[in-house]
Each structure stands twice: as structure tokens, then as C-alpha cells.
């Protein structure tokens, strides 16, 4: 479990594991930061904790996030929509897409768990 107070710690911990699981560059930054969103939505919008699981799977890293928050209040697209340029929050999700290569939201009452992963063969030099 994590809260607040863990974000920065887990966010090194991922950016050294993925490295050593063959990331690098833009694509091990990509992926920092989407993990980054999905722990600060997990906190802020989840009840305040979360679970975090990160592996390697078929040349990829792929990382979990769950909360046991209400869930999402509205309806899941299937592809989350980029907000307005002028909208001050709600970006994680979006850019939790964007920079991954796979994305998968699960959200109803006993939560939200977001499963995203960066295949490693596509790693920068």
C-alpha cells in the first residue's frame, strides 16, 4: 500500500526497475510519468491509498495501480478523450494512454485498478 507520502519514492523505484528491465531513454521517461500520473490519481482520487505492482511480462514492463476508492463517476470511454487545453486537472489518464503502449482501466464501486506497459524492444539508445 501506499499513500501521499510515497509517490516520490515509488516513482525512483519504477524509473530504476524499468532501466533495469532493458527502458531507456524517451520511452523510460514516458513511462515514469505515466506511472506518476496513475499513483497521484490512485491518492487524490482513490480514498487516499493505493497498491502498486510492477513486472515484466512479454518483452514489456508493465506496471498496476488500484485504489479503493468509489470509482469513476462517469462512463469509461474506450479510449480516454484529451481534455481541453484550459482544463487545469484531468490529464493523468489521458497521458497515462498516450505514452504507453498498452492501457487498461477496471473502475466500479470497489475501485479503479489501471494496468499500462512499454514494450522493451522498442527501447531508445
Same mark, same amino acid.
Given at each position: 500500500?501506499?499513500?501521499?507520502?510515497?509517490?516520490?519514492?515509488?516513482?525512483?523505484?519504477?524509473?530504476?526497475?524499468?532501466?533495469?528491465?532493458?527502458?531507456? !531513454?524517451?520511452?523510460?521517461?514516458?513511462?515514469?510519468?505515466?506511472?506518476?500520473?496513475?499513483?497521484?490519481?490512485?491518492?487524490?482520487?482513490?480514498? !487516499?491509498? !493505493?497498491?502498486?505492482?510492477?513486472?515484466?511480462?512479454?518483452?514489456?514492463?508493465?506496471?498496476?495501480?488500484?485504489?479503493?476508492?468509489?470509482?469513476?463517476?462517469?462512463?469509461?470511454?474506450?479510449?480516454?478523450?484529451?481534455?481541453?487545453?484550459?482544463?487545469?486537472?484531468?490529464?493523468?489518464?489521458?497521458?497515462?494512454?498516450?505514452?504507453?503502449?498498452?492501457?487498461?482501466?477496471?473502475?466500479?464501486?470497489?475501485?479503479?485498478?489501471?494496468?499500462?506497459?512499454?514494450?522493451?524492444?522498442?527501447?531508445?539508445?
Amino acid at each position: 500500500m501506499f499513500d501521499r507520502s510515497s509517490i516520490t519514492a515509488l516513482r525512483h523505484a519504477v524509473a530504476s526497475r524499468a532501466a533495469d528491465a532493458g527502458l531507456g !531513454g524517451d520511452r523510460l521517461d514516458d513511462f515514469v510519468v505515466a506511472v506518476n500520473e496513475l499513483l497521484t490519481n490512485a491518492v487524490r482520487h482513490g480514498g !487516499g491509498l !493505493g497498491r502498486v505492482a510492477l513486472w515484466c511480462a512479454d518483452d514489456a514492463v508493465v506496471c498496476e495501480v488500484s485504489d479503493t476508492g468509489l470509482g469513476l463517476t462517469d462512463p469509461v470511454p474506450e479510449k480516454p478523450v484529451r481534455p481541453a487545453t484550459t482544463q487545469p486537472g484531468g490529464w493523468g489518464l489521458w497521458l497515462a494512454e498516450e505514452l504507453t503502449d498498452t492501457f487498461q482501466l477496471i473502475t466500479g464501486a470497489g475501485g479503479t485498478t489501471v494496468r499500462v506497459s512499454s514494450r522493451v524492444s522498442l527501447r531508445e539508445s
